[in-house]
């Protein structure tokens, strides 16, 4: 049940993500927002809590990976419309960040969220994808001259696979001049400082102060 009974229109995007409808999502993001509500709100409040029934019942086996893949398609079909108000304008030039969901991870759609917040706050991302293996984000800091990386991952087993990325990259001789974040359910504060990353995201809209704040002050 997915029903926000405080504000039936969330509730009913809500439905229509969870049914994959992607016409009827955006539809009624657009009402949502003419009818004065904020763009996060619509997102946490709507969106979310359709993904969180969707993924309680990729567990219970009672919903299929094909039909997570079609509601997907519903909450990309709202997040266009959203995304453009959810960004803040600041000034453009403040870095390179490398971004991508760590190997054996597919999750995607957070991690592009963020792409989202850093680019509206004039940092240039670049995006590696989902599943990315070290070796590619060694190349990529090495290419770009990047100071800072950012992790995405969901699954349990990311947080290894977080933790192994950190140590190639410390393996290959760029930890020092880089700042790591992470985010994604894979971790929390506290995994993310075990796994060696210099900070934790809890959500999208964290993550441009974060690294502003890696940035001017480096840990130690
Ligand atoms: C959509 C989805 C899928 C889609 C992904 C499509 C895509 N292109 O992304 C598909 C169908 C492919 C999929 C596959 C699988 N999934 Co899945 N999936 C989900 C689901 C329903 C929603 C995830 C999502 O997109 N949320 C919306 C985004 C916006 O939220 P988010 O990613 O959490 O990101 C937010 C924050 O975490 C943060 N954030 C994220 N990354 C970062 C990074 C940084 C640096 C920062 C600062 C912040 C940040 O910002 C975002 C919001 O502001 C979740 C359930 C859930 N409640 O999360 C399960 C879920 C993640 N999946 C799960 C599982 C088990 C799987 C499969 C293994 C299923 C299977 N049997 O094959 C496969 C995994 C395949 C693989 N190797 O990766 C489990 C993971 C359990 C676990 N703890 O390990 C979950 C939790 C479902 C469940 N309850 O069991 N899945």
Known sequence: MTTDSNDPILGEIGKYVEEGNAPRTKALVEQALASGREAWDILN???MPALRVLGDGL?????????VMISVGA????????????????????????????????????KDLVI????????RVVDLGADVPPSRFIESIAKHQAEIVALSGLLTS????????????????????ISII??????????????????????????PDLILSLVRAPPG
């Open 182 to 207: 992470v985010g994604g359910g894979a971790v929390d504060r506290q995994a993310a400082r075990a796994i060696g990353a210099d900070a934790y995201g809890e959500d999208a809209a964290a993550a």
């Open 59 to 67: 567990k219970d086996g009672c919903v299929s990976l094909a039909e």
């Open 75 to 110: 909450v990309k079909a709202g997040l266009s419309v959203l995304e453009p108000l959810m960004i803040r304008n600041i000034p453009a030039g403040k870095g390179i960040v490398i971004i991508g969901t760590v190997f054996g991870d597919v999750h995607s759609l957070g």
């Open 158 to 177: 990311s947080r290894l696979a977080m933790r192994d990325t950190i140590a190639a990259l410390k393996e290959a001789g760029l930890r020092e001049r």
């Open 116 to 123: 989202t917040m850093l680019k509206g706050s004039g940092f």
């Open 45 to 47: 409040r709507g969106i």
